[in-house]
Each structure stands twice: as C-alpha cells, then as structure tokens.
Nanobody
Framework: QVRLVESGGGLVQAGGSLRLSCAAS????????MGWFRQAPGKERDFVAL????????DYADSVKGRFTISRDNAKNTVYLQMNSLKPEDTAVYYC??????????????????WGQGTQVTVSS
C-alpha cells in the first residue's frame, strides 16, 4: 500500500507563491500518473494538474494554467506543485493522488486509488 503525505501549504497573500510536496511511502505505480486536486468548502473536489509517470507530459485545469507547475522526482518518490501568482479563489485543501490502473480520463478524481490527507492553502486578498 502506498501512503501519500502532502506538505507545504499555508497562508499567503494574493500574488504570492507556495510549493506543495507529495511524498510517497514507496515507489508509486509505474506507468500511471499522479495528480493534484483541490476542494474548497462546500464544493466538489476539482482537478488541478497531473503528470505522467515519466514526467514527460502534464495537464492543467484552465484556472491554473500558466500559474501552476507540476513536476516529479521519481528517485525521491515525490511530486511537486509550484503555485505562483496565487489568487484568493485558489484557497482550498489540496490533495495529491496516485493512479494505479488505466482510466479513460485522469482529470477525474475517480481515476485515482490512493490519496493523501490534504494540505490547506489559504490566499488572502
């Protein structure tokens, strides 16, 4: 079983930056992507970004494109989310997730079988 632990969240002013990390307890599932999702109070869990196993391909939600960058270091079993130009609407609990099987659309939360506990990101205006 893979455990995922997020870190790096906090309180930041609008326009600021944060880097989230997601450390896996062991090597994640070879060949499958990892993703970041976020959930604001009273809202559904939304896709933020994903990265393929090799790191050669990434995908982003339109709302974060150009501001957030996902990366991974497989030697460290860690995935990162660099968040720049943060906005108050980015405030949410951020979760990392690992997929373990094929799914048709990795932008959907249901595609991921392993989740971290989440880290709070709060952006003040």
């Amino acid at each position: 079983q893979v455990r995922l632990v997020e870190s790096g969240g906090g309180l930041v002013q609008a326009g600021g930056s944060l880097r989230l990390s997601c450390a896996a307890s062991r090597r994640t599932f070879s060949g499958y992507p990892m993703g970041w999702f976020r959930q604001a109070p009273g809202k559904e869990r939304d896709f933020v970004a994903l990265i393929t196993w090799s790191g050669s391909s990434t995908d982003y939600a339109d709302s974060v494109k150009g501001r957030f960058t996902i990366s991974r270091d497989n030697a460290k079993n860690t995935v990162y989310l660099q968040m720049n130009s943060l906005k108050p609407e980015d405030t949410a609990v951020y979760y990392c997730a690992a997929a373990a099987a094929y799914y048709s659309d990795y932008r959907e939360a249901i595609a991921y079988t392993h989740w971290g506990q989440g880290t709070q990101v709060t952006v003040s205006s």
